[in-house]
Every structure is written in structure tokens, then in C-alpha cells.
């Protein structure tokens, strides 16, 4: 019973650790923020960030750990779908994608900042992301396109990311032309123009 009551203790101070952390980054960015900096934003003492996390970089690979899993909520949707060559399919996953990183901005930012900084960090997220990048190439592996589906995805979540940094909230245009270049991108587009009248005869 103690222990139980111990560990909803500790998940729940992880949990006010993490959304305090989300708040600084997004104030001072993550370079700037200290472990002092959101231990008083949580109202905890400074001591208890180091019972859940080694470091602050340890608490922004939780944080990624944690938008991983939302992702994988997505990708188990049933309006998703895995057939690149319709527009609707990538519509889904540029939707998807776009809105994770406007929910997320703080964290994906401080991602960014992490990565730039520290190599080891950079290539461990990047380990972590490795199976969402492996989702996005199969995907597009079944267009058949002209280039390597890998170097296509990475291409598929830079472009959306950055445009969602930069691009003003007007999120329905900037999801549809998205869609559309990305769908052309890949091949789809020209694929479908291609097989459309073979389809009505």
C-alpha cells in the first residue's frame, strides 16, 4: 500500500517536472533554462529533479520519449492510411505531423537547440525517431518514387517542421499546399495523372 502510494508520489513529481520544464523552455528557450529554473516553476526542491532525471538532458529525451508515444496513438488511428499514392494518405500524415509540432513547439525546439549543442545528444534523439522516420520511408516506398525513401522522409519531416516554425497559423492552406508539393514530390501526383484515364476506360 506505502509503496504504492510512493510511486503515484514520484509519478506525479516527474509528471509536474516535465510540464514545468515545457513551460521554461518555452519562456527562455533550453539552452537558457536551468535545472533550478524548473524545479521552481514545478515548486519542487532543486534535489528531486535529480531522483527522476541525471540531467536535463535526460528529462528532454523523456519529454521526446513521450511525444513518441503520442505518435504512435496517431499512427493507430483508422482514418490512417499507409497508401502514399492517395492525397488524402499523405494529407493525414502532413495534418499529423504539422499539428504535433504546434501543440509541441516548446519541445521541439529544445530539441533542436539540444541537438546543435551536443553531438551525443543529436544522434541519440536521433535513434529514438529513427522508427517514425522508417514509418514515413515505408510509406512512401509504395509510391515507387524516384529517390531513396528515406532521404525523402527526412525530407517529408524537415520541410513540414520548419514550415510550421515559421509559417503564420493559418493551418488548413498551409496543410493543403503542403499536401499537394509533397504529394508531387514523392511521384503520387504524376502517377495518379499517368493511371487516371487507363482507370475510365
Known sequence: MVTG??????AQTEAELKAAAVRVFERAGYLNAKITDITAEAGRATGSF????AGKEQLLEALLQDLLAEGDESAASAEHSDDFRDREA?????AAYWNFYRRHRAVMDALR???????GFAERSRQMMEPDLGHIAQHIAKVD????PYVLASIFTTLVSAFAANHPPHDDEAIETLT???HNGIG???QETATGPDEQT
Open 5 to 10: 502510494i510512493r510511486r503515484q508520489q514520484a
Open 188 to 190: 503520387a501526383g504524376r
Open 90 to 94: 499523405v494529407r493525414y500524415h502532413v
Open 113 to 119: 537547440q539540444a541537438a546543435i549543442v551536443d553531438e
Open 50 to 53: 535529480y531522483k527522476h532525471f
Open 145 to 148: 518514387p524516384h529517390g531513396d
Open 180 to 182: 499537394t508539393f509533397i
